[in-house]
Nanobody, 122 residues
């Protein structure tokens, strides 16, 4: 499966962005999907893991209550709605997928897309 993340940009603190992760090559709803982020000079950080079956999601504490993930089967796309953005959310965001949910939780997915940059100004 090939993944393409998009939707990043520059936003003021308190604003919102919606990222998209579009898949090709495979039907994405057969996979668990995750989002991670990496800020300059920092290690990659887990953001969330999403299971199409039942629509369950697990969020990192740092984004819980502000970020929401959803999937759209018709477009083979997963969305990350980010609200109440903070400067510390500034990072390159990556989407990833794997057939094994636990691998997504560990940030160890087999499939990764190129990142999309999110910059939150104070």
């Amino acid at each position: 499966v090939q993944l393409q993340a998009s939707g990043g940009g520059l936003v003021q603190a308190g604003g919102s962005l919606r990222l998209s992760c579009e898949a090709s090559g495979r039907t994405l709803n057969n996979y668990a999907v995750g989002w991670s982020r990496q800020a300059p000079g920092k290690e990659r950080e887990f953001v969330l893991a999403f299971a199409w079956t039942g629509g369950s999601a697990y969020y990192a504490d740092s984004v819980k209550g502000r970020f929401t993930v959803s999937g759209e089967n018709a477009k083979n796309t997963v969305y990350l709605q980010m609200n109440s953005l903070k400067p510390e959310d500034t990072a390159t965001y990556y989407c990833a997928a794997d057939l094994v949910y636990s691998r997504v939780l560990r940030g160890d997915s087999n499939y990764w897309g190129k990142g999309t940059q999110v910059t939150v100004s104070s």
